[in-house]
Nanobody, 125 residues
Framework: QVQLAESGGGLVQAGGSLRLSCAASGRTFDRNTMGWFRQAPGKERDIVAAINWNGVVTYYADSVKGRFTISRDNAKNTVYLQMSSLKPEDTAVYYC??????????????????WGQGTQVTVSS
């Protein structure tokens, strides 16, 4: 059974940093795109960043470009999201997700098949 376990969320002041981790188990995803999404109260779940299977191709939402960095360690079956210069509008539940189709790079929510339970990130002003 595939499981994705996020960690690293919490409360931080504006301008601060957090690093999210997502460890996958039950299957190896070294040929799959992995991504981070977020959902704020009353809003839809949107993509934050995605990374292809070998880390060469990445995508960032405009709102986080230059502040967030996505990376992965295939040996650990883990994806990371380094968040810097955090703003109150970054407050949301952050979810990691994996696309099941190997070698395909996608950024739409509907393309992702496996999801974690989410970790809360709260940025105070």
């Amino acid at each position: 059974q595939v499981q994705l376990a996020e960690s690293g969320g919490g409360l931080v002041q504006a301008g601060g940093s957090l690093r999210l981790s997502c460890a996958a188990s039950g299957r190896t995803f070294d040929r799959n795109t992995m991504g981070w999404f977020r959902q704020a109260p009353g809003k839809e779940r949107d993509i934050v960043a995605a990374i292809n299977w070998n880390g060469v191709v990445t995508y960032y939402a405009d709102s986080v470009k230059g502040r967030f960095t996505i990376s992965r360690d295939n040996a650990k079956n883990t994806v990371y999201l380094q968040m810097s210069s955090l703003k109150p509008e970054d407050t949301a539940v952050y979810y990691c997700a994996v696309e099941q189709a190997p070698l395909r790079f996608a950024v739409r929510l509907s393309d992702y098949d496996y999801w974690g339970q989410g970790t809360q990130v709260t940025v105070s002003s």
